[in-house]
C-alpha cells in the first residue's frame, strides 16, 4: 500500500459525458501528479500541482483540467468524454515540487467510456 | 523531447534464469533516474532511484545500475512472483524552468516461469 487513494476504482460512462477522479496523497507529501495509461500506450504526464499550485503541464487535452485543494486532495476532471479516452488514470505523489524525487502511485481509476 | 527506450520489450525467463534489463536514455544532464515495477491493473510501484554515473542499488533479486547512458536491471535467481512490467523513467527539464515532468519508458514486461 503506498498511501496514495484513489476514486473511483471503476468508473463506465457514455460519451459526451463528464467526470471527476480523486486522488488523496501520501500524508506530508505536497506534489501530485496525474498519468494516464492506455492498453497500447505507456504512462502519459498529463499535470503536476505543488502545495495548490499548477507547476507543470504534459499532454493534456483541453477537455481535461485538475485541481489541488488546500486539504492537498486532487481532483481530475474529464469532459466531453470520447471513447479514446478510455484509459487507466494513476495519480502520484512527492515530497518534491521538482521531479528529483520518487513518485508513490495511487491503485489508479479505469475508465470506460461507451 | 528526452526520450527514454527499454528493451527488451518482453522477456521469458526460466525460474532462476539470471538476466538484464536495459532502460537508455537521451537527456542533457541527467539529474536521476527511477525504475518502477508495474503489475497488470496496478498502480507502479516504486523500485529505485540513482542519481549518478556508477551508482548501485540493490533489493532482494534486483540491482540496478547506472552508466552516463543507460541503467541496468539485473534480475538474478527470478522467482515467478517477479513477473510484472518494469519502468524506467527519469526527469525531464522544462521550458518553464525545473524538472517538474517525468518521462517514463513504456517497459519490459518480464515473465518467469516455474
Known amino acids: 500500500d503506498s498511501g496514495v487513494t484513489q476514486t473511483p476504482k471503476h468508473l463506465i460512462t457514455a460519451t459526451g459525458q463528464r467526470v471527476t477522479l480523486r486522488c488523496s496523497p501520501r500524508s506530508g507529501d505536497l506534489s501530485v501528479y496525474w498519468y494516464q495509461q492506455s492498453l497500447d500506450q505507456g504512462l502519459q504526464f498529463l499535470i503536476q500541482?505543488?502545495?495548490?499550485?499548477?507547476?507543470a503541464k504534459g499532454n493534456i487535452l483541453e477537455r481535461f483540467s485538475a485541481q489541488q485543494f488546500p486539504d492537498l486532495h486532487s481532483e481530475l476532471n474529464l469532459s466531453s468524454l470520447e471513447l479514446g479516452d478510455s484509459a487507466l488514470y494513476f495519480c502520484a505523489s512527492s515530497v518534491s515540487g521538482t521531479g528529483l524525487y520518487e513518485q508513490y502511485f495511487g491503485p489508479g481509476t479505469r475508465l470506460t467510456v461507451t | 523531447e528526452d526520450q527514454v527506450t527499454q528493451s527488451p520489450e518482453a522477456l521469458r525467463l526460466q525460474e532462476g534464469e539470471s538476466s538484464s534489463l536495459n532502460c537508455s536514455y537521451t537527456v542533457s544532464g541527467l539529474r536521476g533516474l527511477f525504475w518502477y515495477r508495474q503489475d497488470p491493473g496496478k498502480g507502479p510501484e516504486f523500485l529505485f532511484t540513482l542519481y549518478s554515473a556508477g551508482e548501485e542499488k540493490e533489493k532482494e533479486r534486483l540491482k540496478a545500475t547506472l552508466t552516463k547512458k543507460e541503467s541496468f536491471l539485473h534480475i538474478t535467481a527470478p522467482k515467478p512472483e517477479d513477473s510484472a512490467t518494469y519502468l524506467c523513467a527519469v526527469p525531464q527539464f522544462m521550458n518553464s524552468g525545473g524538472y517538474q515532468k517525468v518521462t517514463f519508458g513504456t517497459g519490459t514486461k518480464l515473465q518467469v516461469i516455474p
Open positions: 500541482y505543488y502545495n495548490g499550485e499548477e507547476r
